[in-house]
């Protein structure tokens, strides 16, 4: 009856202006200013192929690169997740044994814990810095680099995201390695083009 | 279908709770 | 620390923002006579398109139908484009069909603002079912719980005509939430948010592997998850997932969105009434539980996580970092605190994984839930403080003889009556469900952890169907029928009874005839009436649902942590 016409009507309405409208206007000013980041902050390389996305985790494995954090979906970029596990859980155990003797850690040079622990999304593009220069002699010794070098690049590499609220700086995995490739001659993709973005501030 | 079955059940669901409302009402005007 | 400067930006903050735009809100969605020739045209544009019934005026049991009218045609719209999004365009990645029970439960989550998620986005939905199915109902779903907040404060003032429904869902849908959300999108883009209507990239990595990475128009659908206490993510780990939410700074704008329209709907209603003391007191009732329970929930969620204890090799520093981002700063901080916000408010996006909370902390979000009014839903969140009213009015009229009142109005046996139907309601639906599904394979073969954090895993999710929050505890094996159908009628009459319980109690007091104001009046804006209102709320939470609380969360607390 006629409640159901004016329920069509505000329907139609609103598809047309919420979705239509909105949506269209959203994707105009985002693909106009920033294109980029609107199409998923890809990291190509000189070849022209896309390497990956700044903001989105990818597997490495080779000791002369830095490892992210652990993924429950073993980075798959198209379904992402958490381990949901809950934080008394063995299987959290297992795998934190796992990583220790992935990453070679004892009681006198423990592993800070984000490696052994997997990130919500399973994607997490970020270290801490203090991860990361945990990993410099590793790295360093593999590429043969000194590891003050590394531990430089680590540094330069290092950013807070939160600016004055956050108080541990952190780095990008991928950026870093693509860093480190620049510098040694050991990756095989040379230097890349990083997207133009700046880090943190919208 | 299977797809109609629970288009039919949330309206169903929709239903009954107009029937409260009107009940409701109908109570109150007693 | 930077923690406590967290939570006190993201609340306070937003807590300052909510008062003008409470003012705002009841501008739109209650001109009065003063409006001016603009704001008067835009409301005949609105009449016009409902067409003949735009113009009449609504009494209680007329607002409530055409409410439910236009819900149902919502659910049935946009379950015909899910169920057909594999014939439909903008699938770039070619999705095909979504499995029929699941489009049940996912439609009638959308439809209830919940947005109770047991699929994940980038894995089961074309960017069509996104955008005009999902999208859509967190547009329509939210403008009609603030619709509703404004047609029960209209009530309350003895106007016998709650308003326009058909009006007043496109007032708050085209004056309120579509502003708002253009601001919001195009910052959250500007923040490094993808938009883009392209199929999911192909990458090879610095490795030589191949790596698929989705993404989508995530910007504009993610600002009116927040905005409207919808919550449902367009990807599945909601926003842990850097598309969804890829630095601190949108991350702190996503924390704002969630309780703002909330805190500013108790200002809408209180202008409305014409009583702002009393929103205040009813604001300060609510900032003082949402406060209890963030610091509950960073408290606990500080102790590092439980499963290294026992390695020495793994450094135990502050903070459990399981289901974590490191972006978003330390892990008690954001997580936790967005936690508290997420379920405090009926929204249900996360920013970390609930169920690798630690056991309190996870228990702060169950609580959120069980309460459903701490800020609460956009419109329904004070809704639903107004039955705790009632209520509180009602003993407290006892406690003292006299009778009880609210807002010139005597509250008798009629209101008390659907004011607990609207309580235990909840509480029905929260613990049958979960009883039944403890007890059968229905819950148990689905659960991804043992004992009692199993048992937490289902009561999460008959909590979030019931308070239509949508977050969940999401080890749990949710996509099967049993879920899908038992969820989603839940989270259909959980939604909606409550919204019409209240209307009913409004629309009776409306008939009565006004009480002058005395000395011997119960105030309901003192602190004394604030100390009886937070009483109230948790007496009747913790009968409701304390034991269940013990089985879980509780129980696990103690046996696995201290």
Known sequence: MRLLLASVRVTAVTIGVCVVGYAGTILGVAQALVPVAANGSLVSSPGGGVIGSRLIAQAFEDPGYFWPRPSA??????????????????????????????????????????????SGGGLDPHISEHAALYQAGRVASARRLSPSRVG???????????????????VNVLELNLALDGVSASGARGTVVPAAESRGAP | MLHLLYLLLGLAAFAALAWLTIALDRSETD | MDTILLVGLVVGGTALLSWPLGHYMKWVMDPGPGAGPRRRALDRAFERVAGRLGREPQAWKRYTIAMLAFNAVMFLVAFAFMALQQVLPLDPDGKGAVEP???????????????????????????????????????????????????????????????????????????????????????????????????????????????????????AFVAIK???????????????????????????????????????????????VGRMRHAATVFGVMLFLLLAKIAGAVYFEAAPTQA?????????????????????????????????????????????????????????????????????????????????????????????????EYLNRRVEAREMKLAALAVIAHGFFVLAGTALFAVTPWGVDTLNNWGPHGFSEILYEFSSASANNGSGFEGLGDNTVPWNVATGLVMLLNRYVPIILPLAIAGSLARKRATAQSAGTLSVQDATFGVMLVGTILIIGALTFFPAAALGPIAEHFLYVS
């Open chain 3, 308 to 404: 290294f204890a026992g390695l020495p090799a793994v450094e135990q520093v502050a903070g459990n970092v399981e289901g974590k981002e490191m972006r978003f700063g330390t892990p008690y901080g954001s997580g936790p605190l967005w936690g508290a916000l997420t379920t405090s408010t009926s929204n249900g996006s996360v920013g970390a994984m609930h169920d690798s909370l630690n056991p309190v902390a996870g228990l702060m979000p169950m609580i959120g839930m069980w309460l459903n009014a701490t800020f609460g839903g956009v419109g329904v969140g004070m809704v639903n403080m107004f039955v705790y009213i009632i209520i509180a009015v009602f003993i407290a009229g006892m406690m003292v003889g006299r009778t009880p």
């Open chain 3, 226 to 272: 927040q905005l409207g206490t919808n919550g449902g993510g367009f990807f599945g780990p909601n926003s842990t997932h850097p598309f969804e939410n890829p630095t601190f700074w949108t991350n702190g704008l996503s924390m704002i969105c969630i309780i703002l329209i909330p805190m500013a709907s108790v200002w809408m209603f209180g202008r409305i």
């Open chain 3, 101 to 219: 029970s699941l489009i049940f439960n996912t439609i009638a989550s959308f439809t209830s603002n919940t947005n109770l998620q047991h699929y994940s986005g980038e894995v089961a939905m074309s960017y069509l079912s996104q955008l005009f199915s999902l999208m859509w109902l967190q547009f329509v779903s939210a403008a009609t719980g603030v619709a509703v907040l404004a047609g029960l404060a209209r009530g309350l003032t003895g106007r016998s005509e709650m308003g326009n429904f058909f009006v007043d869902v496109q007032r708050a849908a085209f004056l309120l939430l579509l502003p708002a959300a253009l601001a919001v999108a195009t910052l959250m883009a500007l923040g490094g948010t993808p938009m883009t209507l392209a199929g999911a990239a192909a990458a090879t990595t610095l490795e030589g592997t191949e790596q698929v990475i989705a993404r989508g128009p995530v910007a």
């Open chain 1, 152 to 170: 430089a690049l680590v540094r330069e590499s290092a950013f807070s995201p939160g600016g004055a609220l956050t108080r541990d700086r952190v």
């Open chain 1, 73 to 118: 979906v073993d980075y798959n970029g198209a379904g992402a997740g958490g381990s949901n596990k809950s934080p008394t859980s063995a299987d959290l155990t297992e795998r934190a044994e796992g990583a220790i003797a992935r990453f070679g850690a004892t009681p006198e040079s423990p592993l800070p814990p984000e490696l052994a622990a997997a």
